[in-house]
């Protein structure tokens, strides 16, 4: 499937500079997304915006370019409930995504199904793997 990006979104820079300042070890990126790729996970009929492609790989190696041990990957609005670019982007981690740790597996497991989907199912899995189920 072919998508056509926003008018004026910045493109994932191939080759972006390595800074000067160096993060302190053990350092986590807050926030951030991967962007399909489009054919594989398509992006929301509903959508706001189109990005480009930001791959679970690109994200990856920024992260490791910018010195971050870890990064908490985000689900973009752009993918509507559709979690598997999510999903797949946790699972592909190796353990460097904070919500990959083993007691939240239950949780991406019902993130892969979309059950419960919609607003409010990541609150309603946190609060069952938080009671132990």
């Known amino acids: 499937m072919s998508f056509q990006v926003t008018p004026g979104w910045l493109i994932y820079h191939p080759n972006p500079s390595t800074p000067t300042f160096k993060v302190p070890p053990g350092s986590v990126d807050a926030h951030c997304h991967v ?6 996970f398509p992006y929301a009929p509903e959508r706001k915006y189109t990005p480009a492609d930001a ?22 609005t752009c993918h ?9 982007a946790l699972r592909a981690s190796n353990n460097k995504c904070p919500e990959c740790g083993t007691p939240l597996w239950p949780l991406l497991a019902a993130m892969e199904a979309n059950v419960p989907s919609g607003p409010g199912a990541r609150r309603f899995a946190m609060r069952d793997v938080a009671r132990g189920g």
């Open 35 to 40: 962007f399909g790729p489009g054919d594989t």
């Open 80 to 88: 509507g409930t559709d979690n598997r670019a999510l999903v797949d």
């Open 55 to 76: 791959t679970k790989a690109q994200l990856f190696a920024l992260r490791d370019r910018l010195g971050f041990d870890k990064n908490v990957i985000v689900q973009a």
